[in-house]
């Protein structure tokens, strides 16, 4: 007698399902915990082709599928309601940024060690360029997170813990991710992203990506260097790079909104 609503994560840039070859043991689950829906939310129409497809239930699916903003980025809305714990603590002249990368499972060919390592190394390394008026906050999967202490950085600090995780995003003024569904997310705040994509080709070989890089309407990085460079420099738009950013909040966030949780 239970009604079963599935509210996905986010809009995906990686493969899932079936395309993911790394993840062939875990596909069932989620094949049936997305059949046995009787709703399922979805942030747009590519969204929900490529999910339904890739863990085949495209022929089988009985509910309904709700085309919706996901709540939780109703803070990241311009004219979204702004919670309190989100607020920052810093003075309007220090420069916010935010480094959310995706997780490099062990599952996609990434030992823990090769991920924990290069994730240190491009903290340091960001640290030691960091200036006094700029602080990047790090928001990393909780694996990762068991082995990184922030003691020793200057400029480079975690989320706090007593934020809610956008509520503190938005309070930021750009964001560092690389093939995360966060950048959809954050899109529709038009504030800079930046991709530090420095293992493309290590991460492509075993997972894969329904876009390419190239697809996406947001300058990469490779180096420490690039990624500051970007952040640094005022990103302004060509008239062909402005529609392509309007053509990417057209076809990935038009159903976001302020107000998405009270239509809901």
């Not at 994730?119 to 030691?128: A, C, K, N, P, T």
Request: glycine share 6%.
């Amino acid at each position: 007698g239970q009604i079963i609503w599935n509210t996905w994560h986010g809009t995906p840039l990686k493969a899932l399902g079936r395309r993911d070859r790394s993840a062939v043991a875990t596909l069932g689950n989620v094949q049936k915990n997305l059949a046995l829906a009787d709703y399922l939310s979805m942030p747009n129409e590519f969204t929900a082709s490529n999910m339904l497809h890739d863990y085949m239930i495209d022929k089988i699916y009985r509910g309904t599928i709700l085309y919706c903003g996901y709540p939780r980025n109703n803070v990241l809305h311009p004219l979204g309601e702004k919670p309190g714990n989100g607020k920052p603590d810093e003075g309007h002249d220090v420069r916010r940024y935010a480094y959310m990368p995706t997780w490099r499972s062990r599952r996609a060919g990434f030992p823990r060690s090769y991920a924990s390592a290069h994730l240190i190394y491009h903290l340091l390394r960001l640290d030691g360029m960091l200036c006094d008026d700029e602080v990047m906050f790090v928001n990393v999967h909780p694996l990762d997170a068991r082995n990184l202490s922030f003691g020793g950085f200057k400029h480079i600090r975690p989320f706090p813990s007593d934020a809610e995780t956008y509520a503190f995003l938005d309070t930021c003024d750009a964001l560092v991710t690389d093939y995360s569904s966060v950048l959809f997310d954050f899109a529709p705040t038009r504030k800079p992203i930046v991709l530090f994509t420095f293992d493309e080709d290590e991460y492509l070989r075993d997972r894969g990506m329904y876009l390419t890089l190239d697809e996406l309407p947001f300058p990469r990085a490779t180096s420490c260097e690039e990624v500051l460079a970007e952040l640094r420099h005022e990103q302004t738009r060509s008239p062909e790079s402005k529609r392509a950013f309007n053509r990417f909040l057209e076809t990935y966030c038009s159903y976001d909104g302020p107000e998405t949780a009270k239509l809901l």
